[in-house]
């Protein structure tokens, strides 16, 4: 009875410390971005895309709410229509990885590496008619990577900041502008 409780405790401390010692240098939003993405990939691997609730990933994953509130009942219902044709690339690539086998960390900690690019001010070449730099701000963004290859990133997530929710996970490049695909583009 006391090697049960044992093996139990260990267990947990263990889960403990490796959840902390992942997140030690993040912020209490980097942890929360986190827990979406974790929660999300929990609720939606392995399932049939149609058997998943839009309700629910609006509700508890994916951030649409000014899609929601768009008062033309018309275009409401086709960006609505999109969201799970759209989500299927991110479902696809969980799938297909494993949910045991992909993680994520805030994109700050690529600064070393190509896919933070459209996020570095010194590096951008790309300049507004005024003049000024652009880029993309950091701070709500993740890098999605297989566990065995964290040095390689394989996409980038946008979380929206109050909400903590998914915003996008597909970063769009058209002629050397680099922009996340939102919904309310669509």
Known sequence: MKLKYFIISVFFINISY????????????????????ENLARYTYKKDIDSISKDTLIEKYIYFDYVLKDTVQE???????????????????????????????????????????PFDEDK?????????????????VFAYFRKEEPENPLGTLLFEPKTHKLLSWVLINQGGYRYFLLFNIL
């Open 124 to 140: 951008t070449q790309l300049k507004t008619v005024g003049g000024k730099k652009m880029y993309t701000e950091d701070v709500n």
């Open 75 to 117: 275009r409401k219902q086709k960006r609505i229509k999109k969201l799970i044709p759209l989500f299927s690339y991110f479902k696809k690539t969980l799938d297909s990885l494993g949910i045991d086998n992909i993680d994520a960390k805030p994109i700050r900690f690529y600064k070393n590496h190509k896919i933070y690019e």
């Open 18 to 37: 490796s959840q902390s010692n992942k997140s030690k240098d993040w912020t209490n939003d980097e942890t929360a971005y986190y827990n979406t993405f």
